[in-house]
């Protein structure tokens, strides 16, 4: 069974040049996810998920934010034109932890 969460979270502009678009994941969701995948992160500590917004579903990752002591989750610029997001939105979403492909079966 493949662990999903649905919150409500703000979108937020990550201050720098890049411009990119964020959630943070509630305090007890991030704690979850980091307790049910320890060990088990990729690179800078990302983690492979689905994420879903207004019927807009894509895949990323999450990545460790030491700040808020949670996870990021990116929302590219397709999925924020898509659902009409800006900076401050109040957003729905359902996650769902990707598994590793990598493995048979």
């Known amino acids: 069974m493949t662990p999903s969460y649905s919150f409500?979270?703000?979108?937020?502009?990550?201050?720098?040049?890049?411009?990119?678009?964020?959630l943070t994941?509630?305090?007890?969701?991030?704690?979850?996810?980091?307790?049910?995948?320890?060990?088990?992160?990729?690179?800078?500590g990302s983690i492979k998920v689905q994420a879903k917004v207004d019927g807009h579903a894509w895949q990323t990752s999450l990545?460790?934010?030491?700040?808020?002591?949670?996870?990021?989750?990116?929302v590219k610029k397709e999925i924020r034109d898509k659902a009409h997001?800006?900076?401050?939105d109040s957003v729905q979403v359902q996650l769902e932890i990707g598994?590793?492909?990598?493995?048979p079966g």
């Open 63 to 74: 990545f460790r934010d030491s700040k808020s002591a949670s996870y990021l989750l990116p």
């Open 85 to 88: 997001l800006k900076d401050g």
């Open 99 to 103: 598994t590793d492909h990598s493995r």
């Open 8 to 22: 409500k979270t703000e979108l937020r502009l990550y201050p720098g040049e890049a411009g990119w678009h964020f």
């Open 25 to 44: 994941l509630p305090p007890e969701v991030a704690d979850d996810i980091r307790a049910l995948t320890a060990g088990a992160s990729k690179a800078f």
